[in-house]
């Protein structure tokens, strides 16, 4: 049963992520924030987010469970960004500019969802 959750978690980030491409190419503001560095920063943030949003999940006994789980979170998201630029761009790099977007993407709106499941 958890490989289907992982699946759906993995195709729902690709979705994520194809919506940030499609949103972040027509905005002027976003495509300046979506580089490397800006996205590392992010990235660590979203990590020790989720792992605050997981502290009261059953079974967590400990800080290393809490940001074992939040990295495995960030392991599916960033997979799904890598999707969404794979089945969108004809480009045959990974890493273009359009993965950044995908990556800022799946991670907006994955802190939307995962705030809307665990934080309420």
């Given at each position: 049963?958890d490989w289907i ?5 993995i195709v729902?980030y ?10 972040i190419?027509?905005?002027?503001t976003l ?5 490397k ?7 660590i943030?979203?990590v020790l ?5 997981f502290r009261?999940e059953?079974?967590n006994?400990?800080y290393?469970f809490?940001i074992?789980m ?14 969404a630029?794979k ?6 790099k ?5 993965f950044?977007?995908s ?6 709106l994955?802190?939307?969802l ?5 934080g309420l």
């Open positions: 049963m959750y992982t699946i759906l978690s729902i690709t979705v994520f992520g194809a919506i940030g491409i499609s949103f190419k027509g905005n002027k495509k300046k924030f979506s580089n560095k800006n996205l590392t920063v992010v990235s943030i979203y987010f989720i792992a605050l949003l009261n059953p079974g006994t400990d290393v809490q074992a939040s990295l495995g979170n960030y392991a599916v998201t960033y997979l799904g960004a890598i999707l630029v089945i969108l761009t004809k480009s045959k990974i890493f273009c500019t359009e950044y977007y990556l800022c993407g799946a991670i907006g994955g802190t939307v995962l705030v809307l499941t665990y």
